[in-house]
């Protein structure tokens, strides 16, 4: 158990459509990355937040954005989603900007 | 940008039989860290290596790294089931953002 949670654990969008993923993490923790894992692969980087505000985005194009609250939640917004989408999404948090990152189980999306 | 090669891509050991995975980086590494992956979950951080020639050990699990090399090793001793999961290295890339670039994975299979 890391603390981090995250929702939905599965979900099933078709092509074209919007999706939002949630990220809750450890108390205190100011500092949220989320990371795409494609099957087979290593997690890449998407974005981080700090205090709030994007401190960071890895090669992901616009339609991947996200926001950080001040009560440590987080979410990914993926627009115009494609097949290549499918994925499983992981949010990580860290206390302060640099430190040991505590990863959520994941949202594993599909897209049809 | 930074990558990072980890070698074997699989391994399958007899339960009780010693391993070792690798973990090469293109760039200088300023933090590589080790984390463990059950298929289709979170990372579940293992250890933290920052400075060249450091060690260090948790129960049957060793890591190391080789700062000139720009390499990691990961050994386990007396390999149980249990350690059965997919080995992924990450690399801070030193940046002002706490991002962390990862390997493909290494799974590793341990029969009884």
């Known amino acids: 158990e890391t603390g981090v949670t995250q929702s939905p654990t599965h979900l099933i969008k078709t092509r074209g459509q919007q999706v939002t993923l949630r990220c809750s993490s450890q108390s205190g923790h100011n500092t949220v990355s989320w990371y795409q894992q494609a099957l087979g692969q290593g997690p890449q980087f998407i974005f981080q937040?700090?205090?709030?505000?994007?401190?960071g985005r890895g090669n992901f194009p616009p339609r991947f954005s996200g926001l950080q609250f001040p009560n440590y939640s987080s979410e990914l917004n993926v627009n115009a989603l494609e097949l290549d989408d499918s994925a499983l999404y992981l949010c990580a948090s860290t206390l302060g900007q640099r430190g040991e990152q505590f990863f959520g189980p994941g949202t594993r999306l599909t897209v049809l | 940008s930074q990558e990072l090669e980890q070698s074997p891509q699989s391994l399958i050991v007899q339960e009780g039989k010693n391993l070792t995975i690798n973990c090469t980086s293109s760039k200088t590494l300023y933090g590589l860290y080790w984390y463990k992956q059950k298929y289709g979950e979170g990372l579940i951080f293992l250890m933290m290596l920052q400075k060249g020639g450091e060690e260090k050990s948790h129960e049957k699990i060793t890591a190391k790294l080789d700062e000139k090399k720009q390499q990691s090793s990961l050994h386990i001793t007396a390999s149980q089931p249990s350690h059965a999961g997919i080995y992924l290295c990450g690399a801070d890339s030193g940046g002002s953002n706490y991002k962390l670039t990862f390997g493909k994975g290494t799974l590793l299979t341990v029969n009884p």
């Open positions: 937040y700090y205090r709030e505000e994007e401190n």
